[in-house]
């Protein structure tokens, strides 16, 4: 029997949370039946093992992807939306900033309007002020390298059918980005208010570094436009390159500097950096063709643990 939710967690070093999160998610009353997907994304405490002891004690269907290594945040996504099977997927974080009970908000929203695809929003975030600019900034360069509507909040909590997680389940490069393949698949879009609350234990595990990654994904795997800013650079530099000799002659013949000094200056200074630019932009395209082409995982399950539970569609 189909779900009618599939709730999919990515975990990483969540030993504190996973017991509040498991007992508020089994908790929801959700008409038609609902699973719990978690995926271990590598974890260095002892999530797992946290997770088999805590989810015997749950009827309701509980899947454990246990990855081999740490792939990410989209990669662990993307793994657990393979084992979900629910007419909507809502996928969420560990630390509990959402609030479970919100699930149903999104689920509703989804299932009242049609959208096939919700994302949530916040009246106010309970981040750090970094991780909100970082949010912001990104959200800002979608909004120039995507096909995303205008004032769209892209959001890890969102709610999606059952047809948009078949469609993008269909790509197997290593570089995912979640919302990029949502993009790709549907307009029909439409977002909801939640609650955030402050973050329980822990510290964030979205670093500078993980954040210039997503950065990469967003704008070489789901947009060409970095190459036209590219033409359109080198184009610019070109221009400013035919100025700068001009200057030079014109130097030259004024203030007679030796031969040769002002013209090596100009070519040093004008276009090395833009062709050093260029090239590390077109070789990052050819890396990632490269990694993709030689069929580098966008994940590894080592395996995959479940609590043997049927499902109820009464809650």
């Known amino acids: 029997m189909r779900p009618a939710l599939s709730i999919v967690v990515p975990l990483y070093n969540s030993e504190e949370t996973i017991e509040r999160l498991l007992l508020e998610l089994t908790a929801l009353p959700v008409e038609g039946g609902c699973e719990l997907v978690l995926v271990n994304d590598g974890s260095r405490d002892n999530t797992a093992a946290a997770c088999e002891r805590l989810m015997k004690q749950y009827s309701r269907p509980i899947k454990l992807v246990k990855l081999a290594r740490n792939f990410g945040e989209h990669n662990a996504v993307m793994a657990g939306l393979h084992h979900a099977r629910g007419a909507h997927v809502i996928t969420m974080d560990d630390d509990l900033q959402n609030p479970p009970s ?3 908000t999104l689920l509703n929203h989804a299932r009242t309007t049609g959208f096939e695809v919700v994302y949530s ?30 004032g769209l909040y892209l959001s890890s909590f969102r709610c999606m059918s059952a047809f948009v997680v078949t469609e993008i389940c269909r790509y197997d490069g290593p570089f995912a980005y979640v919302d990029g ?56 530099a070109a221009a400013v390159g035919f100025v700068f000799t001009l200057a030079v002659v014109a130097e ?64």
């Open 121 to 150: 929003y916040y009246e106010k975030k309970q981040h750090e002020g970094w991780r909100n600019l970082g949010s912001w900034l990104t959200n800002s360069v979608a909004d120039l390298l995507l096909d995303k509507p205008k």
């Open 102 to 104: 919100e699930v149903l």
């Open 252 to 315: 030259h013949y004024l203030y007679k500097t030796p031969l040769g000094w002002g013209s090596l200056m100009a070519a040093l200074l004008v276009f090395s950096g833009t062709q050093l630019l260029v090239l590390g932009m077109a070789g990052e395209y050819i890396g990632r063709i490269y990694l993709t082409v030689n069929k580098r995982p966008q994940f590894v399950s080592r395996e995959v643990v479940e609590n043997g539970a049927t499902l109820d569609a009464s809650h």
């Open 181 to 236: 393949l949502i993009l790709q698949v549907t307009q029909n879009i439409g977002r909801v208010l939640v609650a955030h609350a402050p973050r329980r234990s822990g510290q964030s595990g979205y670093t500078l570094s993980r954040l210039l990654k997503l950065w990469l994904n967003m704008f070489v795997n789901f947009s060409v436009i970095p190459l036209h800013l590219a033409t359109m650079l080198g184009f610019g």
